[in-house]
């Protein structure tokens, strides 16, 4: 019975039922030890009577065991694998240490999205048969391979019959965030229910040792259970009052409880609790050797400590196991360690750790065999305990080359699995432990790209620079790659001259990707008004670089294809930047290149926005911010705030959100978001009508001479130069964006540069009302591009009503109006209104919503991917998510579609 917890059981009560009506949850219970946590999750599991129950229990001896927690959860789901796709099962054959597991199972990339995504299939096709509840306790324990993937599927249970249920402990355990999860806090029962518990317990007690207990446990059930029942322990009870915490002096109970049993006893105890997967035969053959044996466990269990179960011993209480551990000298700790190490086979995984537990100094035995223990979780791709095996192993050797070496192993498996801070700090310590240029070289380009993910620009660009120095005194040839991503990063941080530092340094090289330097050096310098290099030979450098990469096909690299899509934008082919943009998604998704995903999708909703199909982009801007947010890298949350979002609620007006939008780039990145940050706000300004602000900002860039991102804007500035009567002091960029758009060959491009030709013309020339006119020509050409399209139609029928060509100019205006109505740019919108009005027509502005304007972001995902023939289960693979609940939000959208089934997706045309 729970006592006090009515309402906690209540609220597990209407999850499990949603759970049996196939909407799926999860829960982390936290609190402080002994606050009942375990005792509510068993309570979970028996109201869960006709579901398959699986649980698992962090275990701290584990912690340093890759999957070791999932492998306990899943296990018993292994007879589902054969009905599980065949790549899923391959991967969790491996995880759960299957004999059967087939030779071509690779180590999962990215393992929380490979791995994560194959659990879940696991646990959604064993849902279809029978509700599943997953009870892991003492999540913080877990290993953190586990732990990634337990906090991947339990985000992702929309509709599915499966429930997650984790407890964590509050103090004295490891820091277990669960960001995206519903907690449940447990506080300390009230007075009633303590009572109840205590008596029901101890029975009848004296009063005031009853009240005593009462206030001393301040609530804590466990508390209440051990506190010494009688007047006579009068030292313990002092001993537990003050402002120590419960669990510190729940430790100090058991430790006392301990320390009166006989040495043998404590012997076995100290055994148990330093491998806490207590295996019978192993503790016995280790305690034989230190004078002890299975009679002497008697007492501990006589008093509750300890017992015996299915083959194991366990503790009463995960304290307990810390109090038999952390209260034995440390002499007696490391013998322990020792001796257990002797009586294990040497194949066995928990071998190197006892030995490490053992050694005092360095140990190249030790470090060995940690090494051999990391190369093995590395087949498994548990990059997060892999990295620590191998940090391990190299805190056990001597100084020098050997311990470099396992330093940037475990380097390369911190990064390979997305945690960047860490493999930031062992690039450090490897900087400081060796002269060898070589593991320099490799340790330089793993920070360099960790610093690219921080979206940190110049750090990344010197530390690329570093690395080419180190390769070129070691193998020059190798020094191409971090040159080449040196000249990309000078030019996003707009800094030609550096570029031109790096290119040069190829170039002395003589080296086989010099010109691939040199070109993307040009283009560079390009961009940048002030260097001699035109904006044309800046055009024909890319499209050699796109037409190399293309050549490569599918074995260019998702971060490349990334690069490729940039460059694409930027020679002005929109079209062929989104058909770039989109596959590197695919081909992320697809290999598991999850690191690539967050910069792929930003890059893909950028080239959403610039054609006007705003949803869409807003859509991957939010995948890639929640993946963003789940990997640890800033760089999709800064780009798709200050690239997509704030321009995207600039245009539509929202004054707030672009604040709110505006403050998080500049906050998280200050130095490498000024441009798009000005844009944005330069936008909103235009926008509103506030054109001389507007001006301002845009040309603070386009006169710096290294303009970036505000050279797409330039026909922005000279609208609104034209409106505050300052048409002179853009001629120069415009000349230069003409040059860029007719370098380009792109139709979108002439018909904007022949919109703002006609905006320069004088209002009554007759020529202005020509280039208006072959504008909306060259947009009917290219029609892919609505809100330009709709921006000609509202000065074209702003200059036709002043021509006293008033049906037409009605005809184009309200065209404009049905583009802004729909995009929800308001201010926009509103310009027309007027217009419209001063042409005599008073009738509402009203346009029907697009149909992906109904949809939330992630139905749209799924309705285009099941509109291009997917299935749930492809889509699920596509995002992340289990093929029920891709089934969930497609069913969720035919209604506001008005269509019946999958077949009638592809007509919609979306």
């Not at 729970?2 to 829960?27: F, N, Q, V």
């Not at 997509?644 to 672009?658: K, M, N």
């Amino acid at each position: 019975m729970l006592y006090g917890r009515d309402t906690e059981t209540a609220a597990l009560d209407d999850r499990i039922t949603a759970a049996r009506a196939g909407r799926g949850w999860s829960l982390v219970v936290r609190g402080e030890a002994g606050i009942g946590k375990s005792s509510l999750a068993a309570a979970a599991a028996e109201r869960a009577g006709d579901f398959t129950v699986l649980r698992c229990t962090g275990v701290e001896s584990e912690h340093a065991w890759s999957f070791a927690g999932l492998q306990a959860l899943l296990l018993p789901l292994s007879g589902h694998l054969e009905a599980i796709p065949e790549h899923h099962a391959c991967v969790l054959s491996r995880i759960l240490g299957l004999a059967a597991a087939p030779d071509k199972a690779a180590p999962p990339a990215n393992f929380q999205f490979t791995v994560g995504l194959a659990a879940l299939s696991l646990l959604a096709e064993a849902a279809s048969h029978r509700p599943v509840l997953c009870v892991v306790d003492d999540a913080h324990w877990l290993d953190p391979d586990s732990a990634a993937v337990l906090l991947f599927l339990a985000k992702r249970l929309t509709a599915e019959a499966v429930g997650v249920l984790l407890t964590v402990r509050e103090g004295y355990a490891p820091d277990f965030p669960t960001p995206g999860l519903d907690e449940m806090r447990l506080g300390p029962l009230d007075d009633e229910s303590a009572g109840a518990l205590l008596a029901g317990r101890l029975g009848a007690l004296p009063p005031s040792s009853r009240g005593r207990i009462l206030r001393s446990a301040e609530g804590n059930p466990l508390a209440l259970l051990e506190l010494p029942p009688v007047e006579s322990d009068a030292r313990m009870a002092a001993d537990w009052t003050g402002s120590r915490s419960t669990t510190s002096r729940l430790k100090q109970v058991f430790g006392d409880r301990i320390d009166r049993l006989p040495e043998p006893t404590r012997t076995l105890l100290l055994l148990i609790s330093a491998d806490d997967t207590a295996d019978t035969g192993l503790v016995l053959d280790a305690a034989a050797k230190l004078g002890a044996g299975l009679t002497d466990l008697a007492p501990a269990e006589a008093d509750d400590l300890v017992r015996y179960q299915a083959g194991h011993f366990a503790f009463g209480h995960p304290l307990i196991r810390t109090a038999a551990y952390q209260g034995a000298p440390v002499f007696r700790r490391i013998e322990a360690h020792r001796v257990l190490a002797d009586v294990m086979d040497h194949d066995d995984h928990r071998r190197p750790f006892h030995l490490a537990a053992a050694a005092t100094g360095p140990d190249e035995e030790v470090a060995a065999a940690l090494e051999a223990s990391a190369e093995c979780i590395s087949s498994c791709g548990g990059h997060n305990v892999e990295y620590a095996v191998f940090e391990r192993a190299a805190a056990f050797t001597p100084e020098g080359p050997e311990r470099a070496r396992r330093l940037l192993r475990a380097a390369e498996a911190a990064a390979a699995g997305g945690n960047g801070p860490k493999a930031w700090a062992l690039c450090a310590e490897i900087g400081r432990s060796t002269g060898d240029r070589s593991v320099h070289a490799r340790a330089t380009l793993i920070a360099a790209m960790v610093a690219s993910w921080n979206n940190d620009v110049r750090e990344a660009y010197r530390l690329y620079m570093e690395a080419a120095d180190h390769y070129t005194a070691t193998q020059p040839e190798a020094a191409g790659y971090p040159l080449f991503r040196a000249v990309e990063l000078a030019w996003q941080a707009g800094d030609f001259s550096r570029a031109e530092v790096a290119a040069e340094h190829a170039e002395r090289l003589a080296i086989e990707h010099s010109p691939w330097v040199r070109d993307l050096a040009k283009a560079t310098a390009g961009f940048n008004r002030s260097c001699a290099v035109t904006i044309t030979e800046a055009v024909e450098a890319l499209r050699r670089l796109t037409d190399i990469h293309a050549a490569f096909g599918a074995a260019v690299s998702p971060e490349n294809r990334g690069m490729v899509a940039w460059w694409q934008t930027l020679t002005g082919d929109i079209a062929a930047a989104e058909r770039t943009a989109s596959a590197t998604v695919r081909a992320a998704r697809e290999t598991g290149a999850a690191g690539a995903l967050p910069r792929a999708l930003a890059l893909n909703g950028m080239t959403e926005f610039h054609r006007g199909r705003w949803r869409d982009a807003e859509a991957m801007a939010a995948d890639s911010m929640g993946l963003s947010a789940e990997l640890g890298q800033p760089i999709g949350l800064v780009k798709a705030r200050a690239y997509i979002l704030a321009p995207i609620a600039a245009l539509r007006g929202d004054e707030e959100r672009v604040r709110d939008l505006v403050e998080a780039a500049r906050a998280a990145s200050p130095a490498d978001t000024a441009v798009t940050i000005d844009i944005a706000q330069a936008l909103l300004d235009f926008s509103l009508g506030r054109n001389e602000e507007a001006l301002d900002r845009l040309m603070g860039h386009l006169d710096s001479g290294a303009p970036g991102d505000a050279l797409v804007f330039v026909p922005v500035a000279v609208e609104a130069a034209v409106r505050t009567g300052e048409a002179d002091r853009v001629a120069g960029a415009f000349a230069w964006y003409t040059e860029w758009a007719e370098a380009s060959g792109q139709t979108h491009l002439a018909a904007v540069v022949e919109r703002t030709r006609g905006l320069l013309a004088a209002d009554a020339d007759a020529d202005a009302g020509a280039h208006f006119e072959r504008a909306a020509a060259l947009h009917k050409e290219d029609d892919g591009f609505p809100f330009e399209t709709a921006r000609t139609d509202l000065v074209l029928g702003e200059w036709l009503r002043r021509a006293r060509r008033v049906n037409e100019a009605k005809t184009r205006l309200r065209s404009a109006a049905a583009v802004f109505e729909r995009l929800g740019a308001e201010p926009w919108t509103e310009r027309v209104r007027r217009e419209l009005r001063a042409a005599g027509d008073a009738g509402p502005v009203e346009a029907a919503p697009a149909l992906a304007d109904k949809l939330t972001p992630q139905e749209l995902q799924v309705v285009r991917l099941a509109a291009a023939g997917l299935s749930n289960r492809e889509i699920g693979e596509q995002l992340y998510l289990s093929p029920r609940t891709a089934g969930y939000h497609l069913y969720k959208a035919y209604p506001k579609l008005g269509v019946a089934s999958r077949t009638d997706l592809a007509k919609l045309g979306l």
